[in-house]
């Protein structure tokens, strides 16, 4: 009922009530005719009457004759207030069960859809009801057969799996799937009679181990009747996307003996066609160290092959995948294994390890690219210092930096080049103690600051000669000393060396002065009476060769320089006058550089 029908029908009631109340003489008919029109209106609030159909009563107004004998009878003031009221509260008692039927019709939610209507109601499509039906009965029709169908299939599939197998079965890895009983114990026999097995190697190449190679017999014990019975055939449709694969039982006979042979002649097995497994190896590269990956190789433990082969004839298996088998000998150690990890952090915690050698004033910096040549890793990933490789590091290092006992090139006061050798002096590492003491640093594995341990010091590093620009310089042929400091000349003078006629050469070489003493006395050999050969009195005395050494020699020599030295030389001495001898005592300290030479020429 829509909302209009609604305030109509409320309208008239308040018109109804109005009217009860103006006009309180009114008799019980017209209660009744009130009444009428009250329901008149609710049921024809939404399909309208036609005048024929009207009630004779429901709008003429009755006639005189027509009313009942008592109302043409004055009623009293009394009993026309009585009936007023009476008739007001029967009124509201009538409207309010009114009101309430229509908000309960409302109330339903299909009240429109079944609003009572006749085939002979003008605005009804009768022939759209009937259209409607029809199609109802249609499609009844459609959706009954397709389930009807729907049944046949569902109990034709239970039927033929009562002896087929479900979708997606295998037996023993071979697919039956909607194959009968008998099609699947036909199928397993031929698979028997053509029995062999495939191994699948490591690197993929397959080797193939026919019936013939060790009289193989394979005989199937499983029953496939008892295996289709444990299909429910009722449950077919919720199965159509499970697998199943079924293991049978079965017998394998062969010939031990042959079956050896034929596994001792696969090629597979063969030493020259196997790879031998390697161990991740630790490499050094661009300044850290990297983990090159182990190599599987293909190196088969025979007596793993052979129990794996066995093993898989007596289950009837047709593959062998050898790698999954256990069959291969596999490296002890992969790249990921918690001792290589360990060991490559070990290793590059000495990637900024730097040990630098103080060479005087010179750096010598020892990078990562020479320590990590002292590094040892064994076969169990522990890391070492090996003192052997740190021993050739420290050889090679005293020979490019030691100059003690080598050949200097030395330039004289006269301008000219010569070679001296110096037996007696310059720079001479302790390499035993050297290496000690770079196994201690690298077992700390701190990079230090540090000079080299030594036998004995030389003057400096990095000049020609390691001499520096402080030294003595004895010029043999030409008998004349010389003596520089800081690069200047300090003294000068001539000199008489060594008595070359009586084998007391003074000889060449690169020597520093022992120590000073002032006076001395000088003395030959010891004789048999306890006398010395001589014994010479000296202002002062610096030795640098043994017994031979620098000192003034006016005590018995009046004259230097020249020739002096072939006949009438010294014992090997070099003499000089006092004043010469004094400016030399006096200015230079032990381990001046003396450097005493003869010209080639």
């Known amino acids: 009922m829509s909302a209009e029908n609604k305030e109509g029908i409320s309208t008239n009631l ?24 009250t329901t008149e209106n609710i049921e024809g609030t939404e399909t309208p009457v036609s005048e024929e159909e009207k009630p004779e009563d429901s709008e003429t107004p009755a006639s005189e004759e027509e009313k009942p004998e008592d109302s043409e009878i004055p ?14 509260s029967e009124e509201d008692s009538s409207k309010e069960s009114v009101v309430t039927n229509i908000d309960e019709t409302l109330a339903t939610k299909e009240f429109t859809e079944n609003v009572a209507i006749t085939h002979d109601d003008p605005y009804v499509d009768n022939n759209a009801i009937n259209k409607f039906a029809k199609r ?14 729907l049944i046949i299939v569902y109990i034709g599939f239970v039927i033929f799996f009562n002896n087929h197998f479900f979708f997606n079965t295998k037996i023993s890895d071979i697919d039956v799937s909607m194959k009968s009983v008998t099609e699947v114990t036909n199928l397993l026999s031929t698979v028997a009679d053509n029995y062999s097995l495939t191994i699948i190697e490591i690197d993929g190449d397959e080797t193939i181990i026919n019936r013939e190679d060790a009289d193989i017999n394979v005989i199937v ?56 497994p390697v161990n991740p190896i630790l ?14 190789g293909s190196t088969i433990s025979r007596s793993n092959f052979t129990n794996a082969i066995i093993e898989s004839l007596n289950a009837g298996d047709s593959t062998l995948i050898a790698d999954d088998a256990n069959v291969y000998i596999k490296p002890k150690y992969t790249s990921t ?10 290793l590059n915690s000495y990637s900024n390890m730097i040990i630098t050698y103080k060479m005087d004033e010179n750096l010598v910096p020892i990078g990562i690219e020479e320590i990590n040549k002292w590094l040892n890793v064994n076969d169990y990933y522990k890391v070492s210092v090996n003192p052997t490789k740190i021993g050739k590091f420290v050889h090679d290092f005293a020979e490019k930096y030691d100059t003690y006992g080598k050949e200097r090139t030395f330039t004289t006061s006269k301008k000219r080049t010569i070679k001296v050798l110096g037996k007696h002096m310059g720079w001479q590492i302790n390499q035993e103690a050297e290496v000690e003491a770079l196994e201690s640093i690298m077992k700390d594995g701190y990079g230090v600051h540090r000079e080299p341990e030594y036998n004995q010091v030389g003057i400096t590093y990095g000049d020609e000669n390691d001499i520096g620009n402080t030294y003595i310089e004895v010029d043999l042929t030409n008998q004349h000393v010389y003596a520089y400091k800081n690069g200047r000349l300090i003294t000068d003078g001539d000199i008489v060396s060594g ?24 003395r030959g050999e010891r004789q048999p009476d306890g006398s010395y050969e001589y014994e010479s009195p000296v202002k002062y005395w610096m030795p640098f060769n043994g017994g031979i050494g620098l000192h003034d020699a006016d005590g018995w020599r009046s004259r230097y320089g020249g020739s002096i030295y072939l006949r009438a030389g010294s014992h090997g001495c070099v003499n000089m006058p006092r004043a010469v001898a004094k400016e030399i005592y006096e200015n230079f300290d032990e381990g001046t550089p003396v450097v005493c030479y003869y010209y080639e020429d």
Not at 14 to 37: F, H, K, W
Request: hydrophobic share 35%; proline share 2%.
């Open 337 to 346: 294994s918690q001792e290589v990890v360990d060991a490559l952090n070990t």
């Open 14 to 37: 308040d018109e109804v009530d109005i009217e009860i109340i103006n006009n309180n003489e009114n008799t019980s008919t017209e209660e009744s005719i009130l009444s009428n029109e």
């Open 221 to 276: 014990d499983s029953s496939m009747k008892d295996i289709c019975k444990k299909q429910n055939s009722f449950a077919w449709l919720f199965n159509i996307n499970t697998s199943y694969n079924y293991d049978i039982d079965v017998t394998v006979n062969y010939d031990e003996t042959k079956l050896l042979d034929t596994i001792n002649n696969l090629p597979c097995i063969q030493s020259e066609n196997m790879v031998s």
């Open 283 to 296: 490499k050094y590269k661009d300044g850290e160290y990297i983990i090159v990956e182990e190599v599987e």
């Open 136 to 149: 109802k009965k249609v499609t009844l029709i459609t959706l009954s057969s397709i389930l009807g169908v």
């Open 75 to 88: 009623a009293s003031e009394e009993e026309k207030s009585e009936d007023s009221e009476t008739l007001v």
């Open 499 to 522: 008595n070359v006629a009586l084998r007391h050469t003074t000889p060449a070489g690169l020597y520093q002065i022992k120590y000073k003493q002032s006076p001395a006395v000088l």
